[in-house]
């Protein structure tokens, strides 16, 4: 198998007029991508980085980004990318930690970029002019198109990705090019994407779902990739009409704006052919919105782990709208098991954790055999998600280990209470954790934000979820505040239970 970037290099040499990337007013074809990747290249190289050095990236989706990525891994460097969101103490543990010999940043994120430089030591460079700096794009100017001599082989490691920190402080997780590679081909494989797709990026470019999933798999292909620097309805639906966008993946709040968008049902988006969610819970109630907004679109649940390179679980078609809350089935390469404390597969309906293996399992996490050791077995990874099987095969995630409640000595899986509360037309966000209670162990507790103009009180919640979930499973407790989610859309329920986990 080639390495990341000689699948780009074939690319220029073989469509080297398709266009590769769109950013802004900016178009490139595959032989403009290629060379510009080159020269970004060459000019890293001047800065002493050589293979297996980490270069740590730190830039919002952009064209520049693309580059900066490639131009790295064609050093057989490793790129460690950075949430643009992170303040000075989290950069800075992450630079630590990955052993960054270098940091490529954007000059908006020139203050925080340079206040973690300080505390590290480690050298950084802009990506773009800024007064009384050297930067990427000049240095590069001034550099040869050829492609860098280097050797680099697809065992190399590629990529080190920090966990998104739900739980804590983020570990690495260590991916060479073999991976990254059959992470890509895993989804156009399982999702039908085909040569002469246009991909439409807003999720972070630096999460791994956009990034290894979407900007390989769409490489792999020589697709077009259309990159947008952020989120916001009324653009995401302008570009999928104006660039006639063939596949995008969002995660599923992006989705319920979107669908809150009129223009979304009355602009010809016919060309739009697979649409991809994943990274968080997707309300049942929104796939069925989904399907009857676009019926003509091919959607698709993707359940993955960052530590499987993305990859998981997944499910589309006409089954997704058959079973709306259903992960579904191990994708292409990948296998997939539930599984009681002895490791034995549970029974049909049973709750067990969700185990999987596959040829793009990470090599580990950077630097810590310890967390390493606790999260693998026998080959398997323990993914923490808690999970049954229907008797036709298909998945369903209840929980996270963590996130499941006892109340009253009956397990309530927060998943299922939050898809209750969601289908209230107040709310328009909700997480649901367990807040310790003296008699009954835990109480259900939901966090709400609701939609502008709406009221909600504890005693209509309830009565709203009366006759969609057990009465024990029904939030006793209730608080309406904004709802706190990473980049890659997960909510934060360690911030939540710190701030709302005082018994009452």
């Not at 570990?171 to 002469?196: A, F, M, P």
């Amino acid at each position: 198998m080639p390495t990341i970037g000689q699948i780009l290099e074939r690319n220029a040499r073989r469509a080297p007029q398709r266009e590769a990337l769109v950013y802004a007013d900016r178009r490139y074809s595959y032989a403009d991508l290629d060379a510009a990747v080159n020269r970004a290249s060459r000019a890293i190289a001047q800065l002493g980085v050589a293979h297996g050095d980490r270069v740590a990236l730190m830039c919002p989706n952009s064209d520049r980004f693309v580059i900066a990525y490639y131009a790295v891994l064609k050093l057989g460097a490793i790129v460690v990318p950075i949430n643009v969101r992170l303040a000075v103490p989290e950069l800075a543990f992450q630079l630590a930690d990955s052993g960054a010999r270098l940091l490529l940043y954007d000059p908006e994120l020139a203050e925080v970029a340079r206040g973690a430089l300080a505390s590290t030591g480690v050298h950084g460079l802009s990506l773009a002019p800024q007064p009384g700096a050297e930067d990427l794009d000049t240095m590069a100017e001034r550099q040869s198109s050829e492609p860098p001599e280097v050797p680099v082989d697809e065992g190399d490691d590629a990529q080190i990705l920090y966990t998104s920190g739900t739980t804590g402080r983020p570990k690495g997780v260590l991916l060479d090019h073999h991976r990254v590679i059959w992470t890509g081909v895993n989804i156009v494989v399982g999702t039908g994407l085909r040569e002469g797709d246009r991909l439409l990026h807003v999720a972070p470019l630096y999460h791994s779902a956009e990034l290894d999933l979407f900007l390989m798999g769409g490489t792999y292909l020589a697709a077009t990739h259309v990159v947008l620097r952020e989120f916001a309805p009324s653009a995401v639906v302008s570009a999928l009409t104006a660039e006639r966008i063939t596949a995008f993946f969002g995660v599923p709040t992006m989705y319920q704006f979107m669908l809150r968008e009129p223009r979304l049902r009355q602009l010809d988006l016919s060309h739009w052919r697979v649409g991809m969610f994943g990274a968080a819970p997707m309300p049942p109630s929104v796939v069925g919105e989904l399907a009857q907004a676009l019926p003509h679109l091919m959607l698709y649940n993707l359940a993955g782990l960052t530590e499987m390179g993305p990859g998981g679980v997944f499910l589309g078609g006409e089954e997704l709208r058959r079973h709306p809350g259903a992960a579904g089935r191990s994708i292409l390469n990948t296998e997939a098991r539930v599984v009681d404390l002895d490791f034995r597969d549970v029974a049909v309906g049973e709750v067990g954790e969700l185990v999987l293996r596959g040829e793009t399992l990470m090599k580990g996490y950077w630097r810590n055999e310890e967390a390493t050791a606790a999260t693998m077995r026998d080959g398997w990874l323990l993914t923490g998600d808690m999970a049954s099987v229907d008797d036709e095969g298909r998945i369903t995630l209840v929980d996270r280990k963590k996130d499941m409640i006892i109340t009253g000595g009956m397990n309530v899986y927060s998943v299922e209470v939050e898809n209750a509360v969601v289908t209230h037309p107040a709310v328009a966000d909700c997480a649901v954790i367990g807040v310790p209670h003296a008699e009954y162990g835990e109480t259900v507790t939901a966090i709400v934000s609701l939609r502008p103009g709406s009221d909600l009180t504890l005693a209509q919640l309830r009565e709203h979820c009366r006759p969609l979930i057990a009465d024990y499973k029904i939030p006793r407790r209730l608080e309406i505040t904004p709802i706190p989610r990473n980049a890659s859309g997960k909510i934060l329920k360690y911030q939540l239970r710190k701030t709302y986990g005082s018994a009452r």
